[in-house]
């Protein structure tokens, strides 16, 4: 039986749910011949130590028992416990973790990220990382990067390691996003009322303007492109942000709630432009051929796939030589904490594979 120790960075959203997965998927992981524990759980000021493992009662063992911690004595507890096959879990959005994760892969720590802040590092610092990686033996696994559950990164990475010529890739990459077009081209209501009902079905971020400006979507375009072995930074993505100038982040997020219906009158006369087939959306796109990244506003065809999302599903179009004219698309919910954990898992069987 293969072990393998998982030390888990995040017990929010994502992270809390990641750990009742775990728990409920013993018994498919036996099958496969593997064990799997959770003998760390941490969030941003205290840790919880259990030697065989947290069980269904992590929560309150948590609440009761966690003490302060520094990350060395992370690292000590795993080290006197000789185990093997060690990963650490980064269910956070911590840049002050991914300061640490050389620190951890020098410690022999593989790494499963949902935290997407190492991926999008200034190039240089992102490359040393990837340096590092390689010359401790370790594996960095990524796949909830961009597109949450959804098999994008695997899928890339199959592709441009079979030789396979990638051209082009373009998609609605944020649930949010994808809502907030879906239902303002189909419905007859205001952009800031879209906005509103997005905001109250807790699809956008607590400040809407991190959805709305693009940067999101411009670091999982980034990401996207480095798999493809491209040297780029975040400010190499031309970025057609959302937000009025005056309502960008200098103002508050109080006083841009207030004014949210000044965004009505650009948004309603992009929609009278629009042919009677063609609806909004708002897009990544790497033309790999032009090597040129965008996050743009675009009317999209009624019955392609991106004008025929619905709901706050992501969508991602591959364009490849073989696949032609007809992209590889892959669709489905691109957020939400439980595909973001099963994901994790995803990764964390394949990391076992490999170890
Ligand atoms: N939610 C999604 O649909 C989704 C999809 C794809 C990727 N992701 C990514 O998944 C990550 C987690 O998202 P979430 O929604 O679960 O966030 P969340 O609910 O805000 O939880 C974040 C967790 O990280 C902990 N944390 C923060 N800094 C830390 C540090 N330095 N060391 C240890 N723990 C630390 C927090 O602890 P405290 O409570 O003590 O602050 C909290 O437990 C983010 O990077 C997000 O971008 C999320």
């Known amino acids: 039986m293969k072990k393998v120790q998982l030390i888990l960075f995040g017990i929010g959203n994502v992270g809390s749910t990641f750990i009742n997965q775990i728990l409920e998927a013993k018994e498919i992981f036996?099958?496969?011949?593997?064990?799997?524990?959770?003998?760390?759980?941490?969030?941003?000021?205290?840790a919880f130590f259990k030697d065989e493992g947290v069980d269904q009662s992590w929560k309150a063992n948590f609440k009761d028992f966690s003490l302060p911690y520094r990350l060395e004595d992370i690292v000590q507890f795993v080290q006197s416990k000789k185990w093997k096959n060690v990963v650490v879990i980064?269910?956070?959005a911590s840049k002050q973790l991914v300061a640490n994760y050389t620190f951890l892969v020098e410690n022999g720590f593989h790494i499963i990220a949902?935290?997407?802040?190492?991926?999008?590092?200034?190039?240089?610092?992102?490359a040393y990382f990837k340096?590092?990686?390689?010359?401790?033996?370790?594996h960095f696994l990524y796949e909830t990067n961009v597109g949450a559950g959804l098999p994008v990164i695997e899928t890339l990475k199959s592709l441009y390691n079979s030789a396979e010529k990638i051209t082009k890739i373009r998609g609605v990459f944020s649930g949010s996003l994808s809502y907030i077009f879906n239902t303002f081209s189909e419905e007859d209501k205001s952009f800031s009322k879209v906005l509103t009902l997005?905001?109250?079905?807790g699809f956008t971020e607590p400040d809407p303007r991190t959805d709305l400006s693009g940067t999101d979507v411009a670091r999982k375009l980034l990401i996207l492109a480095r798999e493809l072995q491209f040297s780029y930074n975040l400010e190499d993505v031309k970025v057609k942000s959302l937000v009025p100038f005056h309502l960008t982040a200098t103002t508050s997020v109080t006083t841009f709630q207030e004014k949210i219906t000044d965004l009505d009158e650009e948004f309603e006369s992009l929609k009278a432009k629009l042919n009677e087939n063609e609806v909004l959306r708002y897009i990544g796109e790497f033309d790999v051929e032009q090597e040129v990244l965008e996050v743009k506003l675009v009317s999209e065809q009624k019955q392609n796939p991106l004008g025929a999302l619905q709901g706050a599903d992501a969508l991602f179009e591959i364009y490849t030589e073989s696949y032609g004219n007809q992209p590889l698309v892959i669709q489905g919910a691109g957020a939400g904490a439980k595909v973001t954990a099963r994901g994790l898992v995803s990764d964390v069987v394949k990391l076992a594979e490999r170890i």
Do not use: R
């Open 114 to 126: 949902a935290n997407k802040v190492a991926n999008t590092l200034a190039y240089e610092e992102y």
């Open 90 to 92: 980064d269910a956070t």
């Open 198 to 201: 997005a905001k109250e079905k």
């Open 30 to 46: 036996k099958q496969q011949n593997l064990a799997v524990e959770i003998p760390v759980i941490v969030n941003s000021t205290t």
């Open 131 to 138: 340096e590092v990686l390689k010359e401790n033996n370790t």
